[in-house]
């Protein structure tokens, strides 16, 4: 069982790398937080698989008991949330023993986004930097055209992209399927990319190996381009764009994709439809962001918003 526990947490760890973005000492602190809990877990002779609610409500008390800060306690629960909401999403567990859990001090941070002309450098990148330009492209405008999460994007199946489609097949979590539209400039990523991706296909076929099933195929385990490296060549492009690479991951385009929509007056039903999200209210967050971002436009251009001592 600890082997398989073990296996969860690094997992869950490079999952946080490669598609948040997560920092060294962010990972550091997940590990901690969830040995923690694994070790009390074992002294309660129960395990991850087993952990009920009631499980994660005690060691809560126990970690209030040792005293620990409130930020530290939120922290653990956080991290708890966390890989049980990823379990869930891999198929290891049917709940998330966590979600209804509400914990001591937790902020609800608004998600990162990108401005319109922060994607535009970015895509501007994708088109003109690097060697894999075509493919670079085409991750790009289907990232931001569709809001895709990264491991939708980076498996996707060469045959949903057949045809010149108008909409994207998307297998989501827990293997739900969503139709999302393209856009003119992804459809045309797409048209450019498939000849260069099949030629590449045939090559690989006359040598022996099997033909790929992946729109964007690689050398690794899982036959398609990994997370990881997805992470990566989005930070390079950021870097060549001018973009600061703290503010871009495979997520940010993601939430790009909804606050830019929300503003530009779509509906948060089609919004959270084509995101897969199960809840409207995880989609809601979208419209504090927007209204954070409006808030500050006014703040900075509006001539009565001036501060006081600007006044003659």
Known sequence: MSHNINHWI???????AAELGAANNTLLAYGRDLKDFQDWLIQQSRDFLEATQGDVESYLIYCDAQGLAKSTRARRLSSIKQIYRFAFEEGWREDNPAIQITGPGLDK?????????????????????????????CLMELLYATG????????????????????????????????V????????????????????????????????????????AAGFLTRHRFYLLIKELAVA???????????????????????????????????????????????????????????????????????P
């Open 148 to 179: 895709m999460r990264v491991t939708e994007l980076v498996s996707l199946p060469v045959s949903a992209a057949r045809g010149d489609p108008r909409v994207l097949l998307i297998l989501g979590k827990g293997g739900k399927e969503r139709i």
């Open 109 to 137: 941070r608004l998600p990162k986004t990108l401005t319109v002309e922060e994607v535009d450098h970015l895509l501007d990148a994708a088109r003109t930097v690097g060697r894999d330009r075509l493919r670079n492209t």
């Open 241 to 311: 764009g001018g973009v600061m690479p703290s503010k871009v991951t495979p997520h940010t385009l993601r939430h790009a994709f909804a606050t830019h929509l929300l503003a530009g007056g779509a509906d948060l039903r089609s919004i959270q439809a084509m995101l897969g999200h199960a809840d409207v209210a995880t989609t809601e967050i979208y419209t504090h962001v927007l209204d954070e971002r409006l808030t500050e436009l006014v703040l900075e251009h509006h001539p009565l918003a001036k501060n006081d001592k600007d006044k």
């Open 181 to 220: 539209p393209l856009s003119p400039p992804a459809r045309e990523a797409l048209v450019a990319w498939l000849p260069v991706r099949d030629a590449a296909d045939d090559l690989a076929k006359s040598k022996g190996k099997p033909a790929s099933k992946f729109l964007f195929p690689s050398r690794s």
């Open 10 to 16: 690094s997992t869950f760890l490079e999952a946080q």
